[in-house]
């Protein structure tokens, strides 16, 4: 069983909005924190946002706060990034993760992960 499956990336005009959404399994959701990571062509991954359930926090990154949501369905099966007044900046292949140290949500690294899902493309044009 895949343990992150990530859907919804499409290209969209700037300005516009996208939803994109992540489905896990139980095991996985028990993991201490879910985020998204963004991953442009040339650039090093990035974190975007993280959600830690446990103590209701979430993270952003300064790039998309005010922009971006992240949320968690109720039933913690589908983690969901909610972008809003897309830029061409934020064009990028976006990916799900969760991490299992609960001390890394704040500031999740790449190395940080135990999951990924397989990514999702977002296009914005300039």
């Known amino acids: 069983q895949v343990p992150l499956v990530e859907s919804g990336g499409d290209s969209v005009q700037p300005g516009g909005s996208l939803r994109l959404s992540c489905r896990y399994s139980?095991?996985?959701?028990?993991?201490?924190?879910m985020g998204w990571f963004r991953q442009a062509p040339g650039k090093e991954r990035e974190g975007v946002a993280t959600i830690r359930p446990s103590i209701m926090s979430k993270y952003y990154s300064d790039a998309v706060k005010g922009r971006f949501t992240i949320s968690e369905d109720s039933a913690r099966t589908t983690l969901y990034l909610q972008m809003n007044s897309l830029k061409p900046e934020d064009a990028a292949m976006y990916y799900c993760a969760a991490v299992s140290d609960g001390s890394r949500c704040r500031a999740m690294m790449p190395r940080d992960v135990t999951f990924w899902g397989q990514g999702t493309q977002v296009t914005v044009p300039s």
């Open positions: 139980e095991y996985t959701s028990r993991l201490a924190c």
